[in-house]
């Protein structure tokens, strides 16, 4: 049973474990679920909301996330971010409010400034009708006490592309021409409002089948589970529960670095700025937001996680490939239709835990190392460190790198700085490292663990590492025989440190 003490967080895992137990079980079916629901609230009087009835409601809507569903079961979407509609209606529907500083003076600056007829007079202080106000905020900058005050609700400021508006009654709705999947509003929404569809049954249900599962964690991942849990030690716990092999996602690193690298050698010779690709929020701000940017100044080297999946592919045509890491956004990249040939799912750490947990499984310190990428691959999980995986293969191929103008963007806001200043032509630089995350991946919606303790335990790890340059490691893989590009295609010329 949840207790009144049990936070969201809690409440989202304990869902998903159990979703993950019937899975494990061959057990998950809409009877079994609804036994979930009347755990999490059992009535007759309710725990955290305003009835058992909306309790309920909001338990099947988080079901459904967690069984990579819509959470209304009426209005389905593909978006990978969604809103369960019951547990969006305590949030402020008004952006702007009359506080109790209003002197009721006689001069009625804000109702004058007011163009809506959205001020009126009320008992004793001035009143803001919802219906018409339209947040232009002119009264609250007439206002001479600055007794009118702005207060955004959490989900829309968290938002850095403007996705998010509300409906009549309140309820958040994302627009999906704009969305970028970074995920940011699910964790700054109070109530838990938002979530993301969850593809762990799926994982599951393909393990018992037998099929050749194959995980790849993210370069984050290091540092998340603590200092002594290192890549080896995830993956085996991986393969405890099931899954064929793990292999770290830094090893793409190091392959979207050296195809990077020539993009970016020919860009500077032609005096053209480009952009990253590692980061699929940032691409799709590119792509919604500033099309002709997308166009003309993205790298079309794929990310490292495609680049993994497709590697694995080419070995095992009929493996699931299965990233884990701290990002929301790489779930909307799997179903990316402009790219070819992508992961088959995506999942958090918080996912990958509850899943391990139904199993019975924990992540637990191991004798031996594992290392599949050189240290560059693995520092991509942070700000700068794309770049400077890319300028290292520069530097291997004989390239000087010592003029190169370079800017680092960590965040929204940073990122649409600078995609503003190159659409208009007034951004002095040669390359544009983009990340939606502050900090990079590792300050991800989903790390695991708060950002400077995933730091402080990472920087252990990767001390361990040992000192293999990135073209030298690729000299170990296939390259030349599956297709590093967005669209899918292989260059009948390849690089001379590409090996067939």
């Known amino acids: 049973m949840i207790t009144n003490d049990k936070g969201i967080v809690e409440l989202k895992h304990f869902i998903l474990r159990e979703v993950c137990r019937l899975a494990w079980e061959g057990r998950l079916n809409p009877e079994e679920t609804e036994k979930i629901v009347y755990e999490v609230s059992p009535g007759p009087k309710p725990q955290y909301r305003c009835c058992i009835y909306k309790e309920r409601e909001i338990v099947r809507g988080r079901i459904r996330l967690a069984e990579g569903l819509s959470p209304e079961a009426g209005s389905p979407t593909r978006n990978v971010v969604a809103v369960i509609p019951s547990a969006c209606d305590d949030c402020p529907i008004q952006d702007y409010f009359v506080t109790d500083i209003c002197r009721f003076c006689l001069g009625k600056a804000c109702l004058n400034s007011c163009r809506f007829g959205a001020i009126s007079a009320g008992d004793t202080k001035m009143r803001i009708d919802p219906n018409k106000c339209k947040s232009c905020g002119l009264c609250a900058k007439a206002c001479p006490y600055g007794a009118i005050i702005h207060q955004e609700r959490p989900c829309k400021k968290a938002c850095p592309v403007g996705a998010i508006s509300y409906d009549e009654a309140g309820i958040c709705r994302i627009d999906e021409s704009k969305c970028i999947h970074c995920g940011h509003c699910i964790h700054n929404c109070p109530f838990g409002a938002i979530g993301s569809k969850i593809f762990a049954a799926d994982i599951i249900r393909a393990i018992r089948e037998g099929k050749r ?29 099931g899954f064929a092999d793990m292999v770290e996602v830094g090893l793409g690193g190091d392959m979207t670095a050296a195809y990077e690298a020539l993009e970016w050698i020919e860009a500077r010779k032609e005096g053209r700025i480009m952009t990253t690709s590692c980061c699929p929020a940032f691409i799709s701000m590119l792509r919604h937001h500033y099309p002709a940017l997308y166009e003309k100044n993205k790298s079309s080297t794929v990310s490292p996680m495609v680049a993994v999946s497709r590697y694995l592919k080419h070995l095992d045509p009929d493996c699931i490939t299965v990233f884990i890491g701290p990002c929301i956004a790489k779930k909307g990249e799997t179903v990316n239709e402009l790219i070819k040939d992508t992961p088959d799912y995506a999942m958090t750490y918080g996912e990958i835990v509850a899943m391990l947990d139904a199993k019975g499984v924990a992540i637990e310190p191991v004798e031996e190392s594992y290392q599949e990428s050189s240290v560059f691959g693995k520092r991509f999980a942070s700000s700068g460190g794309v770049a400077g995986a890319v300028m290292e293969v520069m530097k291997e191929l004989g390239e000087d790198t010592s003029d190169i103008r370079l800017m680092t963007c960590a965040g929204g806001e940073e990122c649409k700085k600078a995609m503003t200043l190159l659409k208009v032509g007034k951004l002095n630089v040669d390359f544009v490292e983009g990340m939606i995350c502050n900090g990079g991946c590792v300050g991800g919606p989903s790390k695991h663990q708060a950002e400077n303790v995933v730091l402080r335990d990472r920087e252990d790890l990767l001390g361990k590492a040992d000192d293999r340059r990135i073209l030298e490691n690729l000299k170990n893989y296939p390259m030349g025989e599956f297709s590093m590009l967005r669209d899918g295609s292989i260059p009948e010329e390849i690089p001379p440190f590409i090996s067939r």
């Not at 540092?223 to 405890?240: C, E, P, T, Y």
């Open 213 to 241: 599962v194959i995980a790849m964690c993210a370069p984050a991942s290091e540092g998340q589970f603590g200092k002594d849990i290192g890549m080896a030690a995830i993956r085996s716990a991986l393969k405890k529960a």
